[in-house]
């Protein structure tokens, strides 16, 4: 492990550490919920990379694992089962379909695996919609006890755990050979890396932290529809947050899962009305100014750094770079 | 190039980190973005105006009664969201005009401060709504957004919250039955419409000329399935017979199937709680296919000016339980379409008078209770006995929900007339329908 | 039973029809730009609101509008294209892909925003004096507006597909889709082949929001289900693939309207949706197109 790997892992312990404390110094339970919403959209964009960046396939059925984890635990935690069952119960499943759809849909490619995984997403969201039309509402004496706190901290906990997998896998065999995979396919097949087997880890990766995010969205709403989490948007969103952030890098779907529910949240409060124009202004903006995402201001302000303090040779070598790709954000990580 | 778009995104990006400053900064100011100007007496910071007033009888009176909603005012249900919006805000004026509510803690009397935050018809959305507004603005009580889904979503967190809560909009029914205590709705309910569709139709139309083959399509909706069973379960006790019972999912396109089976079965009646869309849809396809249902209750599509907009002659003899119209012959009606007319150019539409009486209730409750206690309020509120409000005298029931007069109406020629009951008829109720190709 | 079969056919196929024209715009953009615009939907959406309105203030019959509802398009797209879309010509595919969905996403929230804002979020149709009539033909009904709905979708599917086999212009494109770079050698400017793609594929779509004014109804929230819808439709009927693409259309309508017959309303859309997996896992280039490369 390099020093700087060290140093993402410290950060990041210190950073969920911070966290932590917040339910102790705010009463504000509004505040409290929106960390949950953006924990919830941590993992959705952290696990939608793992296929969609890291291992370059653009997956637009990523609610059905979402869905598929919450309706698991849900169902399985109001019946009674503990929770934590549920919970675990709740991230196999979209695993299990995951491994189910995985071989099939990779036949497919570029635009066709897009609107493939789309299609069945859509699929189960119509089949549960009609198989759970009723809304799932905890019952009044679960109502009156309710508490945030231990939500909060098992949402803060299963983000910290994805965004420490995604980490690991980043600086792994697997996840090198999942880049060596979307690069350049044919090449990687010919130096022995099984194309079907990385993209099939990848998917079943992100299927597993999506069913957990799926569980902890369960497992917070006081009640809500059980098709709901199959909705697309999810995966809308969660793509959109990954993109606004940075694709491929392991910090770039967190800036932009943050950046996405905040600005969006503070937005809808100031700006009732106008707000999906602001935003979707923003969001273009983001897209047309800055591919490789948010993390890329970073590197943009070292290198004008870079520019200013030393000569042109090194700042043109920086030019180079291609922003998006995993291997070269590094620097982003510190 | 190259500088222009480096350019553009730094300035892209100091856009959003300005923005974000700009709002995080004020986090104390007066919030309420869409509050109508008169009704808020200052502009100035409030330093949490509705702590639990039981303590200190000194506590000087706080310059605002905070109440908020969270409201469908775009997405789906934005044709809803909006109607119920109004209502709120004409009913906050109306008693800010007075000078707000008297509480007898505070002996004076202190105006509403109402806040309102739109949901986009996304109950995740509308949940961290209500959220804020427990915890941002302290309200003292919620008043509902629009729709049976999203009210279903939000109701638990009131529940949660301990903040009593008035929704109008949804005659879900089935959520009264789960033992929420801070849940109000002065809005009939599944059950009594159930029962009223028959009891109506028999008291409007001698015996041997009733519709008594039902066709039901039923929506497969939590509320779609509670109303079509009901309707199922009572038609016989008053003489009527399913002859045809559709499943469909919301949103279709396509309803030949399910119209050509209901006028193989020889129905003439059809019942069904279609959204807007698929509505509009049935009615075109069942002109079209050439089956015109002597009699027709489709809650909610019609519920608003569009319909006709959208259907012109094809859209009359629908019934609708609206729970209210700005016909009907209660007192005030007439100031209220008078100040609607004003304020948007054209009469409440059928929502405004419910959501008005909402904020009826809960000022009611408040000026009973004596104090800001959300407890105290939630109790004065389930002690409601109205003598007179926007949708006439108000009750609850055990279970939040509210004893209140369910009328139906009817399109005729493209407006909209109280057919029942009759002490507030506009119009008789027109039966059979017109075949749709003599229209 | 089986007159309402063949009923239910008939109304599937009209249906088809209006998911064929939708998806066919889409389809030749992403055949000749590979632009993946995810905002088609709203712009259908916007042509549904320029017949409408049109209808709705002028009395100007929806039939007679579809050029109008078509022009707006091409400002619209224009617009779009400049602003926006132009800038990606220049990445390779997969990027281009990715970055026009993403731009996508950003339009339709505008797009759907700007639309409720303006008419607000109620319903709307046009129902003409002839929208009741129908034509009966051995008991079975051919509703006329949903006919000549169909006619226009078939006509503007045939014109396209001449336009793009006969003019110069076609053929611009149609080298253009073959291979930008050799085309631009030969002279071909690829930026206005792009541009016109573009605009004819959102005309195509207002032209299909006007009809599906006519026959169902338009709300600013429709978007991401014709979206939806037309990915479907132009994956199923072979990417780029103009009568193949209308074709998957009417398919998908059929497929619906049978599944709503046998098994209920309520899985219409599951069953076209599983036909679709499964043409794709059988044929992944789609029922009529070429297989790449």
Redo the contacts between chains.
């Keep these: 492990m390099s020093r700087r790997d060290i140093a993402f892992i410290i950060s990041t312990l210190i950073a969920a550490a911070a966290l932590a404390v917040v339910p102790t110094i705010t009463t504000k339970e509004s505040v409290i919920n929106l960390l949950v919403l953006v924990y919830i959209y941590v993992m959705m964009a952290s696990s939608w990379n793992i296929i969609g960046g890291i291992a370059g396939q ?1 997956n637009l059925g990523h609610a059905a694992f979402f869905g598929l984890g919450s309706l698991v635990s849900r169902i399985l935690w109001t019946k009674g089962w503990p929770l934590s069952i549920s919970l675990i119960l709740g991230a196999l499943v979209p695993v299990a379909f995951a491994l189910l759809i995985g071989a ?1 849909s990779f ?6 695996f ?3 995984t ?3 997403a ?2 189960l969201f ?2 549960t919609r ?1 198989l759970f039309p009723m809304i799932s509402s905890l019952p009044t004496e679960a109502l009156s006890t309710y508490s945030l706190a231990p939500r909060y901290y098992m949402a803060l906990g299963m983000t910290l755990l994805t965004v420490l997998v995604v980490f690991w896998l980043s600086r792994s065999r697997w996840g090198l050979g999942m880049v060596a995979v979307r690069e350049e396919t044919s090449a990687a097949e010919s130096l022995g890396v099984s194309a079907l087997q990385h993209k099939l880890l990848a998917l079943c990766l992100s299927a597993l932290f999506a069913g957990l995010a799926g569980g902890v969205f369960a497992y917070y709403s006081a009640g809500y529809y059980l098709f709901f989490p199959f909705f ?2 999810w995966t ?1 969103d969660a ?2 947050a990954t ?1 606004i952030g940075g694709t491929g890098t392991v910090i770039g779907p967190i800036i932009g899962a943050v950046f996405y529910v905040l600005v969006k949240e503070i937005l809808a409060l100031r700006f009732v ?2 707000h ?2 602001i ?3 923003l ?2 903006l983001v ?2 100014f800055l ?1 490789g995402g948010m993390i890329q201001i970073w590197s943009r302000l070292r290198r004008l750094l870079v520019r200013k303090s030393t000569l042109a040779p090194s700042a043109a070598k920086e030019e180079q770079v291609p922003e998006t790709n995993m291997v070269h954000d590094r620097p982003a990580v510190e | 190039m190259k500088a222009h778009i480096k350019f553009s995104a730094i300035a892209a990006v100091v856009l959003v980190l300005s923005l974000l400053l700009a709002n995080c900064a004020p986090a104390t100011e007066a919030p309420a973005p869409t509050q109508p100007p008169t009704q808020a007496p200052t502009q100035a910071p409030t330093q949490a105006p509705t702590q639990a007033p039981t303590q200190a009888p000194a506590k000087p009176a706080p310059e605002a009664i905070e109440i908020g909603a969270s409201i469908p005012l ?6 809803l ?2 109607q119920v919006k109004a209502g709120y805000e004409l009913a906050v004026q109306t008693i800010n005009a007075a000078g707000g509510v008297y509480v007898k803690e505070f002996d004076k009397k202190i105006p509403i401060r109402l806040t309102i935050y739109d949901d986009e ?1 996304d109950p995740t959305k509308a949940v961290s709504k209500l959220e804020s507004l427990n915890t941002e603005q302290k309200v003292v009580a919620y008043l509902g957004g629009a729709a049976s889904d999203m009210h279903a979503a939000t109701v638990p967190i009131a529940e949660k919250n301990k903040v009593p809560y008035c929704g109008v909009s949804f005659a879900l029914w089935k959520i009264h039955q789960q033992g929420y205590k801070y849940l109000f709705s002065p809005f009939p309910k599944s059950p009594t419409q159930a029962e009223d569709t028959f009891k109506i139709l028999n008291a409007s139309i001698p015996e041997g000329q009733r519709p008594t083959k039902v066709a039901i399509f039923q929506e ?1 909706t939590d509320w779609g399935i509670e109303l079509g069973g009901l309707w199922k379960e009572n038609a016989a006790k008053y003489g009527y017979e399913i002859v045809d019972y ?4 919301p ?8 119209i ?2 209901a006028k ?1 079965a020889g129905a003439e009646a059809l019942l069904a709680v279609p959204n ?2 698929d509505g ?2 049935m009615v ?2 069942m ?4 089956w015109t249902p002597k009699f027709m209750l489709l809650i909610r599509a019609p519920e ?3 319909w006709s ?4 002659p ?1 859209g009359d003899f629908v019934t609708i339980f609206p729970g209210w119209h700005y016909k009907m012959k209660w007192p005030g009606v007439e100031e209220l379409v008078k100040k609607h007319q004003e304020a948007y150019g054209r009469p409440p539409d059928v929502l405004v008078g419910p959501a008005y009486a909402c904020v009826e209730v809960v000022a009611d409750a408040i000026q009973r209770a004596g104090t800001l206690d959300r407890d105290a309020i939630r109790d004065a509120m389930a002690a409601t006995d109205l003598p007179m409000s926007m949708i006439g005298p108000i009750k609850f029931r055990e279970d939040g929900t509210g004893i209140v007069l369910n009328p139906m109406v009817q399109w005729q020629k493209g407006q909209i007339e109280v057919v029942w009951p009759p002490e507030h008829k506009s119009a008789d109720l027109a039966y059979p329908a017109t075949p ?2 003599q ?1 | 039973m089986v ?2 079969l063949v ?2 056919i008939v ?2 196929l009209l ?1 088809g029809a209006l998911y064929g024209l939708a998806a066919v715009g889409l389809s030749l953009v ?1 055949g000749v730009t590979k632009f ?1 615009n995810v905002a088609h939907g709203e712009l259908l959406m916007l042509g549904g609101y320029a017949s409408f309105w049109l209808f ?1 203030l002028y009395r100007v019959d929806p039939f007679l509008s579809l050029p109008l509802a078509a022009l707006a398009l091409v400002v619209v797209g224009v617009v779009l294209y400049l602003l ?1 879309f132009s ?1 990606t010509v220049k990445m390779d ?3 281009k ?3 026009t ?3 996508g ?6 797009l ?3 639309a ?2 303006l008419w ?8 003409t004096a002839y ?4 034509w009966t033909l051995f008991d079975i ?1 051919f ?1 006329i507006v ?1 006919v000549v709905s169909m006619v226009v979708a078939l006509v503007l599917v045939i014109a396209l597909h001449q336009f793009l086999q006969r003019s110069y212009f076609g053929k611009a494109i149609r080298a253009t889709v073959e291979d930008w770079e050799e085309a631009t050698i030969i002279g071909i400017d690829t930026h206005r082949v792009y541009l016109v793609a573009f605009i004819i594929g959102a005309a195509l779509a207002g032209m299909a929001g006007t009809l599906v004014s006519v ?3 338009i ?4 978007g ?2 014709w979206t ?1 819808v037309c ?2 439709v ?2 199923l009927g072979g ?1 780029g693939s103009i009568i193949g693409t209308f074709v998957g259309g009417l398919i998908l309508g059929v497929a ?2 049978l599944t ?2 046998a098994v ?7 069953v076209g ?2 036909l ?2 499964l043409v ?2 059988v044929r ?1 280039q789609g029922l009529f197109g070429v297989k790449e490369g």
């Design positions: 653009v099939p036949k497919l490619r570029g635009v066709y897009a609107i493939g789309l299609a069945m859509q699929i119509i089949t009609n697309p948007t809308f793509v959109m993109y009305e106008l999906p124009f935003f979707g202004t969001f273009i897209v047309l591919p | 775009t997405g789906k249900y934005g044709s969201g909006v018809s497969t559709e499943t469909y999912a949103r279709s396109e396509n309803f030949s199937d399910m050509l089976r193989a807007q869309p509009i849809a075109k396809q002109s079209e296919i050439g608003n000016p569009a907009e959208a259907l012109g094809l749709f190709d229209r | 007159e309402t009923q239910n109304f599937g249906l992403f993946l709705n926006l800038r595919e997969e990027q892909v990715q970055t969905m993403l731009i996403f950003g339009v339709s929230v505008i759907q925003n700007l409720q804002r607000t979020a109620d319903d709307r149709s046009i129902t929208s009741r009539m129908s009904r509703p949903r026959g169902y109804s709300v600013p929230s429709m991401l289900e939806l990915l479907v132009m994956t990417l619906q309207a709503a017959f209920g309303g309520a899985y219409r859309q599951v949706l599983l679709f997996l794709l896992a992944p």
